[in-house]
C-alpha cells in the first residue's frame, strides 16, 4: 500500500462536471478501448491524469473550451473509466502500452498529427508519447504534469510529507492499518459492493486527508467531487506504474531535448510536484514556454480556473492562426 500512498498525489481537479460526448472504440489487440470526440478542426488529444482516473470531471470541461479550436478526443484509457474492465496486472499497465494505445487510436482514426493534452499523469505519458513519435506530434500541452524522469520522483512524496501535521499523519497512519489488509485490487471492489465497510470509510478518510496536501487553499476542496472521484477512480494502476519508473529509472529527458516540437507548461507555485519538476520539463522542452499561477497547487481547475483558461486559451488562439 506504500506505493498507493505516495501516487494517489496524481490524482487531478475534481471541480467539474460536464456534458456527454459521443463514445466511439478502437482495439490494441483484443483489448477494446474506448473514447470520446467532439468539436472540428485539427485532432487534440486529452489524457486524464491517475492513472486510473475515469476522464469526466474537469475533462469535459476541457472539451467545452477547445472544441471550437479542435476535434478534441477524450481517451478512456486502459483501465480507467469505459476501458477499466480489463486485467490490471504488470504486463498491462505500462508506460509503453499506454502509448501504443494512443498511437494505434491516431492510426484508427487517420489523424496524421495530434495535439496531446495532458494533466498530471497524463502530461507524463504526452511527453512520452511525444518522445517516440515526434514525426505525429503538432504540440504538447502540459497541465500540472508529473515529471519526464525518475530522478525527481522523490521530491512529490517529501513535499507531501512536510505539508501535513502531526495529527494529519498520525490519522492517516491509523487508517492505514484498518484498509491496509486488502489489496488495491480488493479495496476497488470492496468500494463498488460494500461502500459501508470498514475498509472501504478508511480508505476514503485516508485519500480525503491525503488530497489535502494537493491544495494551496484547502478550503477549495469539494468534498462531493472527492466523493464521486473516489468511487470512479480504479487506484489498481498506480502502484504499478510507481515500481516501473524507479525500478527501470524510467528517464526520456534525453529524447525530449532532442524534439523541435512546440510546448506549453502551466502548473501551480504550490504545486506538489514541486518546481524541479517543472523546471525539469522546461528544460527538456526546449521549444516550450512555462506558466507560473501563483496561490495554486495541484488542483488547478478547482483552485484558479479563470487564471488557467486564460492562459489556455491564450496560447491555443496563438498557435492556431
Keep these: 500500500m ?11 481537479c475534481l471541480s467539474y462536471h460536464g456534458s456527454a460526448q459521443s463514445i ?34 474537469p475533462y469535459l470541461q476541457l472539451v467545452d473550451s477547445l472544441k471550437s479550436f479542435y476535434t478534441c478526443v477524450l481517451i478512456h484509457q486502459r483501465g480507467s473509466g469505459k476501458s477499466a474492465d480489463m486485467p490490471i496486472n504488470e504486463r498491462t499497465i505500462t508506460i509503453n502500452n499506454y502509448t501504443e494505445d494512443i498511437e494505434l487510436l491516431r492510426k484508427a482514426r487517420g489523424d496524421k498529427k495530434i495535439t496531446l493534452l495532458g494533466v498530471s499523469w497524463g502530461g507524463l505519458l504526452g511527453m512520452n508519447y511525444a518522445a517516440h513519435h515526434p514525426e505525429s506530434t503538432s504540440n504538447i500541452i502540459l ?11 522523490n521530491v512529490l512524496y517529501d513535499n507531501q ?5 502531526k495529527i494529519e499523519l498520525d490519522s492517516m497512519a491509523n487508517l492505514q492499518k484498518i484498509f491496509s489488509v486488502k489489496t488495491e485490487k480488493e479495496l476497488d471492489s470492496l468500494k463498488r459492493v460494500d461502500p459501508d465497510g470498514k475498509e472501504v470509510v478508511a480508505y476514503k478518510q485516508f485519500v480525503a486527508l491525503h488530497v489535502r496536501a494537493m491544495y494551496y487553499d484547502r478550503n477549495k476542496i469539494s468534498m ?15 502502484p ?32 506538489d510536484q514541486g518546481e524541479s519538476t517543472f523546471y ?10 512555462t506558466h507560473v499561477i501563483e496561490q495554486c497547487g495541484h488542483e488547478i481547475l478547482e483552485e484558479q480556473p479563470e487564471e488557467f483558461f486564460k492562459i489556455l486559451l491564450n496560447y491555443v488562439k496563438r498557435i492556431r492562426k
Design 2 to 12: 506504500r506505493n498507493f500512498i505516495l501516487l494517489v498525489s496524481l490524482l487531478v
Design 24 to 57: 466511439k472504440s478502437f482495439y490494441n489487440g483484443s483489448l477494446k478501448l474506448y473514447y470520446e470526440e467532439s468539436g472540428a478542426g485539427p485532432s487534440l488529444y486529452i489524457l486524464s491524469g491517475g492513472p486510473g482516473e475515469a476522464p469526466d470531471h
Design 143 to 153: 497541465i500540472c504534469s508529473a515529471p519526464p524522469s525518475y530522478s525527481v520522483w
Design 161 to 165: 510529507y512536510a505539508r501535513r501535521s
Design 224 to 238: 462531493k467531487n472527492l466523493d464521486d472521484l473516489f468511487y470512479s477512480f480504479n487506484f489498481q494502476p498506480i
Design 240 to 271: 504499478i506504474i510507481d515500481k516501473e519508473v524507479m525500478e527501470t529509472k524510467w528517464d526520456i529527458t534525453g529524447k525530449l531535448k532532442k524534439l523541435k516540437i512546440p510546448a506549453l507548461i502551466i502548473y501551480g507555485r504550490q504545486d
Design 280 to 289: 525539469l520539463q522546461k528544460e527538456s522542452l526546449r521549444f516550450s514556454e
